[in-house]
């Protein structure tokens, strides 16, 4: 990640478009009354009215009995994995997945829960054999298989409905509960053209991310059954995430599924725009799915693009790959600004 401080020592005169990640975005002057405006209690008492609504709300959208606004998708996760499993149990999950790469294995740390990385397909998804394959028998040499934790979107990608459906049906055979880390979920819905409850109803529980496309400042939210919830509530308490007057956090994200959420379609329509034009530039190879472009760059003209395009005031992932993602503050201006460093390379 660069900074701001140091793109300006290294030329630039100012960001003109920030593309490194949907949780660069800043609240909004509405979002901001939305959160100046709530009404607030503490929320350890469970009287806090704007948590309890945003909690009701997404429970309800999601067609499930329960919800539990979080800190952030991290602590989501590993609660919604500290409730569905107990010490020497085990999680299948996709080797790429977040839960498995960057969340520090939280869960084999405080947990005791082993964690199964299994290849995904080039579409993102664990097919049903490979779950099939990783459920452990019954046997005291290994682990007790308890949960299959899945991810929508991944790397972009929305994986539809009936790919799910196959995946989740292998593990409900074999009696595991089902997780989905829907960090982008509704990207995924968005991209699928499904209701939350459709995307939700094959799981048990579903993280919920605010403050990746919605927009907000922080803040995740883990919906599931009432069970479910109530073990996640006495995690989230040991995990240090029992927060009090967080009803301004949760107007936020009360604001953003009134605002923000409908029009996620844009950010899809200006990443396949930017992608477009990156393809008729011939750059590199390009990938695009809902918000998310990748540009693999030739490594001889790697740097020196990476260097033009931040001197230019625009932002992007820089690595072998470089990753542009797009979000509530990059509209048409600083997409075309985006278009211009590109176009000027070379
Ligand atoms: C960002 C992200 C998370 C975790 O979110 P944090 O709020 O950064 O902890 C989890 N899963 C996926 C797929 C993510 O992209």
């Not at 952030?72 to 999950?93: D, F, M």
């Not at 949960?147 to 790397?155: P, R, Y």
């Amino acid at each position: 990640m660069i900074a701001y401080e140091s793109l300006k020592s290294q030329g630039a005169a100012e960001v003109l478009c920030d593309l490194r990640s949907d949780t660069v975005t800043k609240p909004c002057a509405g979002m901001r009354q939305a959160m100046a405006g709530a009404e607030v209690g503490d929320d350890v008492y469970d009287e806090d009215p704007t948590v309890n609504l945003l909690q009701s709300r997404l429970a309800e959208m999601t067609g499930k009995e329960a919800a539990l606004f979080l800190t952030s998708g991290t602590q989501s996760n590993l609660t919604a994995l500290l409730a569905h499993c107990g010490r020497g149990e085990a999680v299948i999950v996709g080797a790429p997945y977040h839960v498995f790469v960057d969340e520090a294995h939280g869960a084999s740390v405080l947990g005791g829960i082993a964690l199964q990385p299994v290849p995904v397909t080039s579409g993102g998804d664990i097919l049903p054999e490979t779950v099939r394959d990783w459920v452990m028998p019954d046997d005291c040499h290994c682990p007790v298989s308890r949960l299959l934790s899945l991810e929508n979107t991944v790397g972009g990608q929305a994986i539809p409905l009936d790919r799910i459906a196959a995946g989740v049906e292998v593990a409900r055979d074999h009696d595991l509960s089902a997780h989905l880390d829907g960090a982008r979920f509704f990207n995924a819905i968005t991209a699928l053209g499904c209701s939350a409850t459709d995307l939700a109803g094959p799981f048990d529980t579903v993280s919920l991310c605010l403050s990746k496309g919605l927009g907000t400042p922080a803040g995740s939210v883990l919906v599931g059954p009432r069970d479910v919830i109530a073990r996640a509530y006495r995690a989230r308490k040991m995990l240090g995430g029992a927060m009090r007057q967080s009803g301004v956090l949760a107007a936020a994200a009360l604001y953003s599924l009134d605002h923000v959420l409908p029009r996620l379609a844009e950010d899809h329509a200006r990443a396949e725009a930017l992608a477009g034009v990156l393809r008729e530039l011939g750059l590199g190879e390009v990938h695009q799915a809902t918000n998310m472009v990748f540009l693999t760059p030739a490594p001889d003209i790697r740097d020196a693009l990476y260097a033009h395009v931040r001197g230019q005031g625009i932002l992007i992932g820089e690595g072998r790959q470089s990753r542009m993602v797009l979000h509530r503050d990059v509209d048409d201006t600083a997409l075309a600004a985006a278009v211009s460093a590109f176009e000027t390379f070379g």
